[in-house]
């Protein structure tokens, strides 16, 4: 029997298409359904999701899929269905008391919220209001209070536009205390014994790490000037500590590589299974800073895990990663219902019947016991009963002893079983894959294969990385330099964010300093060109939206987190864009950026922790490498792969062309003075330009001395 479809089967997400044959009259985003409501003056039932959200698919299966539902929401409501990271100016979290996925919103014909929640159960039950009954009760009112609901839609409106405005404050002195208070609040929150920062849900929280990661490599430069130098070790070990237990624990797929999205325990064990583009992405970059600063191979071999997961599951065949895999998967092909995280976890005769005498040493490795290793209190819907999440709990050392093998053996034969275990499991159900690719998140894909190959020097890394940017550029830019959301069968109409723009940019500047290919610093002073004329507010601070469209809610994100905000990473943007280029107007418009956060940077710095470690790359002196002449050669080589790995956040790399001498001669006059010609690197630290060296040897001690 053919299903019937509504009229998401004709759109290109992969969210929406989950639902094209629910029984609701689903519309997308648009003219159509807002004319619709406006004629019939019917309220609006919005419902904001991602294709690889595990609530979201329960309640399409209680809610969506229900007939008797469908049906009042067909009679009583116009339907909107969007995806979230198609729309991420879809953002009413101001309306809920709290986020989360999916978000259930309920608008007026003219778009403004006037009740707002996340998942929400079919029926009644533990005193919390089903959805029947919600639909019901808005049903009710809105016949018979339409005017007391449209009063309190414009004063949520209205609530919601003016906390922007009484956001903009005059900072006062924005300095070193910003980031010690951020730093402080860090480490008092700091799980000593399991890694990560607070209680249980744990989420990888990359923001954290990269002030952390910054904060220590700035003080290691200034040889803890403004610190103790305990406390930047104690920045770095902080990182290190949690790096380490998250690679050990269940959020790490262990078998196919990658990590999960968070933890629903504090030990890193039980995860939520979906696998997020841009979770890989920032966790890259952590795991590679993290081993240029220690030498740890424990690290290497993370990032090496994570490139590897990427580039087998989510690269498109042109370039370009998609976006994300499921949760949920069937247990078996006979199954009739997903679960989460059946594609990911294993029984123990499973494991017996698979790894015949190597069973004991495996279950030792990861924690496998006969009745699954999963807590009841955290399977509140009973789907790991008798299951097992590969951790790892145990020194390696020890267990190797216990089977009489050496470290090396024992690595080796993981390797060995993983890879067996991992052709077995290819051979399940595999989860949804959204092969939708966005923006945004491959720019900070970009960028960490960019800080791969600036670590490790792995060509393969900056490749990948180039022709990533490439397809972005092909197909997501048009000839005005304007960028599109996102692409799957085509781009889509959907105009790019200021996400999108301040994350390109970022990556550009990141292929600028590992490539010094030109190009790249051009188009990213062309993209902060028009990131200032779509997205800049009068108090000079960028909104998520194009500010020339006509919004009801003006976006303003005044926090960091599974992402950094486009506004934190747009303000370390204009900084090396200043420092590159000395243009003053860079840095006089993130001074102003930076007076538009003051009241966030002042009173709780700790919530954009990306920003902090832009204002304290502000408030350094930039350590800059200017190289001239032919770097060729195998010894000139060897001195771009120096400079690329050291880690100073505040490093500012020129390759000094003679149309790039005509290019700074009015910013940067004393350019003009070196000879392009002659093979050299210059550097300049703190009002001091030091002679040029032109030796390996040379560029190391002058880097040691500074």
Request: hydrophobic content about 35%.
């Amino acid at each position: 029997m053919q299903r019937v479809s509504n009229r998401l089967a004709s759109e290109k997400s992969p969210y929406l298409l989950q639902h094209q044959h629910n029984p609701v009259d689903w519309y997308p985003w648009g003219t159509e359904a807002f004319k619709r409501a406006k004629e019939e003056q019917k309220p609006i039932f919005l419902s904001i999701g991602y294709s690889t959200c595990h609530w979201c698919h329960v309640m399409e299966r209680e809610c969506f899929e229900n007939e008797s539902i469908a049906k009042l929401m067909n009679e009583n409501y116009v339907n909107i269905k969007v995806d979230r990271e198609e729309r991420p100016d879809m953002f009413v979290q101001a309306t809920t008391g709290s986020g989360g996925w999916p978000l259930s919103v309920f608008l007026t014909p003219d778009l403004r919220p006037f009740f707002g929640a996340t998942y929400i159960a079919p029926e009644d039950e533990f005193n919390r209001t089903g959805f029947k009954t919600v639909l019901l009760l808005i049903s009710k009112r809105w016949k018979s209070e339409k005017s007391n609901l449209i009063r309190s839609s414009e004063a949520i409106t209205k609530a919601i536009n003016d906390s922007v405005v009484a956001s903009y404050s005059v900072a006062n002195h924005l300095d070193l205390s910003v980031v010690k208070r951020t730093l402080y609040h860090l480490i008092n929150s700091f799980d000593s014994e399991n890694g990560g920062f607070g209680d249980e849900p744990k989420f990888p929280t990359p923001v954290n790490f990269e002030f952390l990661l910054s904060f220590y490599s700035l003080g290691k430069l200034d040889n803890g000037i403004e610190f103790p130098m305990e406390i930047y070790d104690k920045a770095l070990n902080m990182v290190s500590f949690t790096l380490k237990k998250m690679g050990k624990g269940g959020i790490h797929d262990h078998i196919g590589g990658g990590f999960h999205r968070y933890s629903t325990d504090n030990k890193w064990h039980v995860p939520h299974f979906e696998k997020m583009l841009y979770d890989q992405a920032q966790l890259l970059s952590a795991y590679s800073t993290a081993y240029s600063l220690t030498k740890d191979d424990t690290f290497k071999s993370y990032a090496k895990d994570i490139v590897n997961y990427c580039c087998s599951k989510l690269l498109h065949p042109s370039g370009g990663f998609y976006s994300a895999e499921d949760a949920d998967s069937f247990p078996s092909n006979e199954s009739k219902e997903k679960k989460e995280g059946a594609f990911y976890v294993w029984e123990a005769d499973e494991l017996r019947g698979i790894l015949n005498n190597d069973f004991n040493f495996f279950c030792q490795v990861f924690g496998v016991k006969e009745k699954g290793n999963v807590d009841p209190k955290l399977d509140t819907r009973n789907e790991l009963t008798n299951k097992n999440i590969l951790i790892q709990n145990y020194p390696l050392e020890q267990i190797a002893a216990n089977f009489n093998l050496s470290v090396n053996a024992a690595e080796q034969k993981i390797k060995e079983l993983t890879k067996l275990l991992n052709e077995i499991r290819e051979k399940r159900p595999k989860p949804h894959l959204d092969d939708k690719i966005l923006t945004g998140w491959n720019s900070l894909m970009i960028s960490g294969l960019c800080k791969a190959y600036a670590v490790f020097g792995d060509e393969e890394y900056i490749q990948l990385a180039v022709k990533t940017h490439d397809f972005i550029v092909k197909n997501f830019m048009n000839k005005e330099y304007t960028l599109k959301r996102s692409f799957r069968d085509g781009p889509s109409e959907i105009d790019g964010f200021a996400d999108d723009y301040a994350f390109f940019i970022q990556c550009l500047l990141d292929l600028y300093d590992n490539t010094y290919d030109e190009a790249h610093l051009d188009l990213s002073e062309k993209l902060q060109g028009i990131m200032n004329d779509k997205f800049l507010s009068s108090g000079c601070e960028y909104f998520l939206c194009d500010k020339n469209t006509d919004v009801t809610i003006k976006t303003r994100v005044d926090h960091d987190g599974a992402e950094p905000s486009f506004n934190s990473v747009a303000a370390l943007n204009l900084l090396r864009l200043h420092n590159i280029t000395g243009n003053i107007d860079y840095a006089n418009l993130v001074d102003s950026l930076f007076t538009s956060f003051g009241r966030t940077l002042s009173q709780h710095p700790h919530s954009m922790p990306f920003m902090v470690k832009a204002l304290h790359f502000s408030l350094t002196q930039p350590i800059e490498f200017v190289f001239t002449g032919d770097f060729s050669s195998e010894d000139g080589q060897k001195i771009l792969q120096f400079v690329r790995e050291l880690s100073f956040p505040n490093k500012c790399v020129l390759f000094l062309s003679e149309a790039m001498k005509a290019r700074l001669k009015e910013k940067k006059p004393w350019l003009l003075n070196m000879n392009t010609n002659d093979m050299c690197i210059n550097v300049c630290y703190k009002g001091t330009c030091f002679p040029p060296v032109k030796s390996l040897d040379d560029i190391k001690d002058l880097v040691a001395s500074i």
